[in-house]
Structures are given as structure tokens and as C-alpha cells.
Nanobody, 124 residues
Framework: QVQLVESGGGLVQAGGSLRLSCAAS????????MGWFRQVPGKEREFVAA??????TTYYADSVKDRFTISRDKNLVYLQMSSLVFEDTAVYYC???????????????????WGQGTQVTVSS
């Protein structure tokens, strides 16, 4: 069983920055993508960013492009968030996809494992 644990969330003022971390443990896969999603209660989980192990290719939602950066280091995945706005407030989840494709990486259903989430609150 794979376990994903997010950390780094908190309260930040608009215009500020936060760095989220996701640590994976348990079963190792030869190749998989890691993604970040966010969710507000009562709404669907929303794609934020993703990264592949093999090529380091990254994907971003239009709403966060040029503000957020996803990166990886072995079993760790980071989401550097800058120029935060109130609309970024959400619970952020990391996820693992064992068999990713470029056209499906943004879909919640593509991911096999999920963390418990970490709260990000942006004050304005």
C-alpha cells in the first residue's frame, strides 16, 4: 500500500508564498506521475499541477500557471505557490498515478493513491 502525506499548508496573506510537500512511502513503482489537486467543501476536486518521474514533464492548470511550480526529488514532490490570491484557498491533495498519460493527467479518476490533504488559507 502506498501512503502519501502532505505538509506545508497554513495561513498566508494575499501575494505571499507557501511551499507544499508530499512524501510517498510504501510500495515503489518504476514509473508514475504525481499530481496536486485542490478542493473546496461542496465542490469537485480541481487539478492544479502534475509531474512525471521519467521525463520531469510538468503540467499546470491555467489558473495557477506562472504562479505555482511543481518539482520532485526521489519520493518527494513539492508545490511552490507564489502570488497567492484568495481563490487559491482550498484543501490541497497530492496524488499518485501509476500509468499516466498526457491527456488524462488532469483527471481525478486517473490517480490511484491520495493523501489526506493540507489546508491552505489565503487572507485578503
Amino acid at each position: 500500500q502506498v501512503q502519501l502525506v502532505e505538509s506545508g499548508g497554513g495561513l498566508v496573506q494575499a501575494g505571499g508564498s507557501l511551499r507544499l510537500s508530499c512524501a510517498a512511502s510504501g510500495r515503489a513503482f518504476s514509473s508514475y506521475a504525481m499530481g496536486w489537486f485542490r478542493q473546496v467543501p461542496g465542490k469537485e476536486r480541481e487539478f492544479v499541477a502534475a509531474i512525471t518521474w521519467t521525463g520531469g514533464t510538468t503540467y499546470y492548470a491555467d489558473s495557477v500557471k506562472d504562479r505555482f511550480t511543481i518539482s520532485r526529488d526521489k519520493n518527494l514532490v513539492y508545490l511552490q505557490m507564489s502570488s497567492l490570491v484568495f481563490e487559491d484557498t482550498a484543501v490541497y491533495y497530492c496524488a499518485a498515478d501509476r500509468f499516466p498519460t498526457a491527456t488524462q493527467v488532469f483527471r481525478v479518476a486517473s490517480y490511484d493513491y491520495w493523501g489526506q490533504g493540507t489546508q491552505v488559507t489565503v487572507s485578503s
